[in-house]
């Protein structure tokens, strides 16, 4: 054995040292550190289970609990100098989630173990350190592969937690704003052109639909991946008779896992994560494109809020919408990281292989990502003032009340497709004229067809052209306020 392999996990059958460029490169921890609580508590967990299997006794079961609790401030009074104690104690005090981000960004705590091979390799040595040899039996009847499965299920439920928190913040400041808007209006589009007009409560509903999804989405993903791989063994199961009920009771989890083969390789759940952020950024990402457009000088319908805005270096009149554009570009960066996994996946033979490593950074920036947009952009969204008047006037002008002008002819018997056409034709009257179809006299309009009668213009009125949309889903005025008491009702109810 090599003096520099001593400290390892797995010395006994090597007698030359790593090379060294390829032990640093190899080396997980200086990602894997932030996954220091999750490990603190598999480990405990682990302890509990081969205790009962008789590996520990009651009073080194009870040191060995005790000086895993020690571990994280061990670590962080090891590297001192770098770490802010302060934000580690109260990010575990609160359980905030994501607590061990703390550690992630303590380049010194990695630093100071330059021979650390990973969370795992960490926790062991520091272990060590404070409770002496027996901290060497921990590793019995247990595998780093069910370990880093383990903490990674632990990550990615944290991350499904948090991220639900952040999306029913967004929805509450969607359907805030909606109910705001009252009754206004905003012309909807298709292909980039003027289509209908709709309530704008109407259209940030359709955000919530959406969020509401996501939110479903990442709890669906959360029932499925919660089960303990503790138990399963570097591969074929631990060797020792372990009731793996205990971990995972322990840990939070519904169950164990039910084949160590999947548990040990598996990591669908973390690609069931990332890709439903996938999802989540792609709702977040055509929100902020539609923002961006509504605040260009074209639409003039949003001043955008200065405090999410910034300026030009070189043009002093510039507010430029930075924060929409990086939300775009962030969705563009989750979509990698699902990427990522789902390639790093797709090759690989059962079970543990160690590309399964590359998986992590991608699942942590995944979480790092989606939870910085959803921190902003929930007060991004109350401060958003639209232009009321201007989107009335882009919603009453330019014949958006065709449809309305076509159904009020079918109303009156005439088949929808020839209703179509007279209506082209009143349009195209209109276009020539300079006149929107309210403003054709009766007289020109039934020219084109005697079914036009005086009650033609109440019928294209802007109210009128709403609310002819009654049906569930439409946006008939009284249709969007029940969508929006429900939708505020699910939210107060925790149903959202
Ligand atoms: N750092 C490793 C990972 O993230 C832990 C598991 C190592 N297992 C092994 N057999 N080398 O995948």
Same mark, same amino acid.
């Given at each position: ?22 032990? /640093? ?6 990602? *894997? ?22 590996? @520990? ?33 109260? /990010? ?61 299920? +632990? ?58 999804? *996501? ?5 669906? /993903? ?7 791989? +503790? ?36 990591? *669908? ?23 961006? @457009? ?12 200065? /405090? ?9 009149? %510039? ?26 996946? %797709? ?83 209109? @276009? ?65």
């Amino acid at each position: 054995m090599s003096e520099q392999n001593a400290t390892k996990m797995w010395s006994g059958r090597f007698r030359e040292p790593l090379n060294q460029a390829f032990e /640093a490169w190899q080396a997980s921890f200086r990602f *894997d550190v932030r996954l220091l609580p999750h490990e603190v508590a598999a480990s405990r967990a682990h302890a509990r289970m081969i205790a009962a299997a008789g590996i @520990l006794t009651e009073d080194e079961l009870a040191t060995m609990l005790d000086g895993l609790n020690q571990v994280p401030r061990a670590a962080i009074a090891a590297g001192s100098s770098f770490f802010n104690l302060e934000a580690y104690s109260e /990010a575990h005090a609160k359980h905030r989630p994501n607590a061990g981000a703390v550690f992630s960004a303590q380049p010194g705590i990695v630093a100071l173990h330059p021979h650390v091979e990973d969370i795992h390799h960490f926790v062991e040595v520091t272990l060590t350190g404070i409770i002496g040899d027996l901290a060497l039996k921990l590793h019995t009847g247990r595998s780093r592969n069910e370990q880093i499965a383990t903490d990674m299920r +632990l990550f990615v439920r944290e991350a499904i937690d948090t991220t639900i928190s952040g999306l029913t913040r967004w929805t509450q400041s969607l359907v805030d704003l909606a109910e705001q808007a009252g009754e206004a209006v905003m012309p909807s589009y298709t292909h980039l052109q003027r289509a209908e007009p709709v309530l704008i409560a109407h259209w940030l509903l359709a955000y919530v639909a959406m969020a509401e999804r *996501d939110i479903t989405r990442f709890r669906d /993903a959360r029932k499925r991946m919660n089960l303990c791989p +503790l138990g399963s063994g570097a591969i074929a199961g631990a060797t020792l008779p372990l009731d793996r009920t205990i971990a995972a009771e322990a840990l939070g989890f519904d169950g164990p896992t039910p084949n160590s083969m999947d548990a040990t390789s598996d990591r *669908d759940f973390a690609l069931e994560f990332t890709q439903a952020a996938s999802v989540l950024g792609l709702h977040i990402s055509r929100f902020a494109e539609e923002l961006t @457009l509504q605040a260009t000088a074209e639409y003039g319908f949003l001043d955008l809020p200065e /405090a999410f805005s910034t300026g030009s270096s070189a043009m002093p009149q %510039k507010k430029n919408p930075d924060f929409t554009e990086l939300i775009r570009g962030k969705s563009a960066r989750l979509i990698g990281s699902a990427t990522t996994l789902a390639v790093l996946i %797709k090759g690989l033979p059962l079970a543990y292989n160690k590309d399964l490593q590359e998986g992590q950074e991608p699942v942590f920036d995944a979480a790092d990502t989606i939870a910085a947009m959803l921190a902003i952009l929930p007060e991004f969204t109350r401060a958003l003032t639209f232009r009321h008047a201007q989107m009335k006037t882009a919603a009453d002008t330019g014949y958006l009340n065709a449809m309305a002008a076509a159904t009020y002819l079918s109303n009156k018997g005439i088949p929808f497709r020839k209703a179509h056409e007279i209506i082209g034709n009143a349009v195209r009257l209109g @276009l020539e004229t300079h006149r929107e179809l309210s403003e054709i006299p009766l007289a020109d309009l039934q020219q084109l067809s005697p079914a036009f009668a005086e009650d033609f213009y109440a019928s294209v009125t802007l109210e009128a052209t709403l609310d002819c949309h009654d049906v569930i889903g439409g946006t008939a005025r009284p249709r969007v306020a029940q969508a929006l008491t429900a939708a505020r009702a699910r939210l107060t109810e925790g149903l959202v």
